[in-house]
């Protein structure tokens, strides 16, 4: 009985997603929703913040745009960046690229640096419109490799 409702709530959930994919629709991910978990070699571990916006151009592909920042006493970090997703068939299931620009601030010294962004994540809907978005991403720094960062984050996104 556990199985047969499992299926039959996965096969809803992605017949509700299909029709969020679709060309013309937006998508947002408040920067309050995305906390993230990453590591570097250069910053260890840490706790930050992101945001996302994006608009489907084609059915399953969206172009986004991002901007986040985290802020400790010993480093500023923000961060633009531009890129796209791509959502398998209508089961939440998407890859992201991008590239991204970062900008950090230690005490008197400051440095920007470019990385290429990827993701990997599912978009879980939780109503027809809101989602719970865990993803692993990799920024792969175009600068200096101990900026590079692998890391989990876990966001909510709202499709209209």
Do not use: C
Request: charge should be neutral; glycine fraction near 12%; avoid cysteine.
């Amino acid at each position: 009985m556990k199985k047969t409702v499992f299926i039959l709530l996965f096969l809803l959930s992605a017949l509700v997603a299909k029709a969020q994919f679709e060309q013309g629709k937006w998508i947002v991910n408040p920067s309050v929703t995305g906390l993230n978990l990453s590591y570097s070699s250069s910053e260890k571990t840490y706790f930050g913040v992101n945001g996302q916006a994006g608009v489907f151009l084609v059915d399953n592909a969206a172009l986004m745009v991002s901007l986040g920042g985290d802020w400790n006493t010993k480093l500023d970090h923000y961060l633009v960046g531009v890129g796209g997703r791509y959502y398998f068939d209508s089961v939440g299931v998407y890859l992201g690229a991008g590239l991204n620009m970062n900008h950090y601030v230690y005490k008197e010294w400051d440095s920007t640096d470019y990385a290429l962004g990827l993701e990997a994540g599912y978009a879980f809907f939780i109503t027809r419109t809101v989602t719970i978005e865990p993803a692993v991403y990799y920024n792969l720094s175009f600068k200096d490799s101990d900026w590079s960062k692998i890391g989990l984050k876990v966001g909510f996104g709202f499709y209209f």
